[in-house]
């Protein structure tokens, strides 16, 4: 059982965040000036509310990011493991992906019609991930909508299963957690105007009793799940999990959906190929066509056969599955070059190798101060979790997430030249990171955990 860690004292977080906060708008006059013009034209100050979402007093603007590099307005230089929260996992200003969409707008970038590239995308895409047919979406969010909808209709089933702690993009049908053990809509939903709790089960991840409790009326569409719990903070499988997940779902008649938007950072055919998984659909987004608005979803030859009877009775019409831009020519040519010349096995080797670098590094941070806290990963993904052992549900994580001193480890590392995504502690790590990158992050967290201990200033 995951235990809440001792936390620093709370006179010690605020003054730590007090300084920080006084440092960064010292050193970013740009950022700062262009947050005031922004929030003049943009409401709440940013083109979307998530970029608000940082540590830092303003929002950072960037000027440009290179490789494994992002440099502000300011002329500051980070290095940057953040990657957008996943969509640049492979680089910024990619060449490769740069050459192939110039030459595609030059051509055009979509005509509601197919193109050359989409065969060939198709083809990789079937190679690569093991599913034989796919269909393409303008983001993760519209692909894991797409697959709900068409559990539901070739089941006959209204009900979906999800795990506590998910985030499957903005599909309303997830929006559920436990709140005191009991199922209950996201606070967080605007505007939601339906209660689908009675509709949507949700249980905790890695509780398998509770899974075939939840299974046993055998009127649940699908199971949709993240293989390794990415948005609550890094929660992993337990031994056998995957093997009992799936099979329990066989023997109820359940499709199970597999959502590798952030764990194809496992490998080059993500989680499912490196362990064997053996979803019905799987679905992916963001670095797949390298920050394009771009997605794909997969089905096995029976999904799809269950697909086509499903349009047989249901005969022609609008299906309210996809948007005019999904699967567009620059899509599309974005997604051929990387599959073909940037999600290689060479990349995916460096990228494995510095995220085994950094994991040392900051575990031996933990060990040499004797810190409560734990390192989790997936391939180029890693974890810092406050909180020893890690947690193996989302009620357990949310124990461990210290709002006060998330910010106060985020605004140090901004201010020292380093980026990790905004939302907990995650860390990426993509090909071209470097190992003083590395260490330089692994410092920045060696120096934090020391101000909080009182042994620097």
């Given at each position: ?56 007093p303003t929002p950072l603007f960037a000027a440009q990011g290179v490789g494994a590099e992002v440099v502000d307005v300011d002329g500051a230089t980070y290095a940057d ?377």
């Amino acid at each position: 059982m995951s235990s809440r860690p001792p936390s620093p004292l709370p006179e010690t977080c605020q003054s730590l965040l007090a300084e920080e906060r006084a440092r960064f708008l010292s050193e970013h006059p740009r950022s700062v000036a262009l947050a005031r013009e922004a929030a003049a034209v943009w409401r709440g100050g940013a083109p979307m509310h998530w970029m608000t979402d940082w540590a830092s007093p303003t929002p950072l603007f960037a000027a440009q990011g290179v490789g494994a590099e992002v440099v502000d307005v300011d002329g500051a230089t980070y290095a940057d493991f953040c990657l957008g929260d996943t969509p640049s996992m492979f680089g910024h200003g990619l060449i490769e992906l740069a050459s192939a969409l110039q030459d595609q707008a030059r051509r055009g970038t979509g005509f509601m019609l197919p193109t050359t590239q989409a065969v060939m995308v198709g083809r990789m895409l079937a190679e690569r991930f093991g599913l034989p047919l796919w269909q393409a979406a303008t983001t993760a969010t519209d692909a894991n909508r797409a697959a709900l909808r068409w559990a539901r209709a070739v089941t006959g089933r209204q009900k979906i299963l999800v795990f506590d702690g998910c985030y499957h993009g903005a599909v309303d049908d997830t929006f559920v957690s436990l709140a005191t053990g009991r199922p209950a809509m996201k606070a967080g939903l605007v505007g939601q105007v339906e209660d689908v709790t009675g509709r949507t089960l949700v249980i905790p991840f890695n509780d398998l009793p509770a899974l075939e409790t939840a299974l046993a009326s055998r009127d649940v569409a699908a199971v949709l799940a993240e293989p390794v719990m990415t948005n609550c903070g890094m929660i992993l499988p337990d031994p056998g999990f995957h093997t009992a997940l799936r099979r329990m779902t066989r023997d109820a008649g359940t499709l199970l959906i597999i959502d590798e938007t952030h764990t194809l950072s496992t490998g080059p055919g993500g989680y499912t190929r490196a362990h064997g998984l053996e979803p019905d659909i799987f679905t992916l987004g963001k670095a797949i066509a390298g920050g394009l608005p771009a997605a794909v979803w997969g089905v096995t030859a029976d999904m799809a056969a269950r697909m086509d009877e499903a349009q047989a009775r249901i005969g022609p019409g609008y299906s309210g599955i996809g948007t005019t831009l999904s699967g567009n020519a620059l899509a599309m040519a974005a997604m051929r070059a990387m599959l073909a010349d940037i999600m290689t096995d060479k990349a995916y080797r460096a990228m494995l190798a510095g995220a085994e670098t950094l994991v040392a590094g900051l575990s031996a941070v933990i060990a040499r101060r004797n810190l409560a806290w734990s390192v989790v990963h997936v391939g180029a993904r890693v974890e810092l979790v406050f909180a020893d052992p890690a947690p193996r549900n989302a009620a357990e994580m949310r124990h461990a997430l210290d709002a006060e001193l998330l910010e106060a480890l985020h605004l140090w590392l901004i201010n020292r030249g380093v980026l990790i995504a905004p939302f907990h502690n995650m860390m990426l790590v993509s090909p071209p990171t470097t190992e003083s990158q590395i260490a330089k992050l692994v410092n920045a967290v060696d120096q934090f955990a020391a101000r909080l201990e009182g042994s620097v200033p």
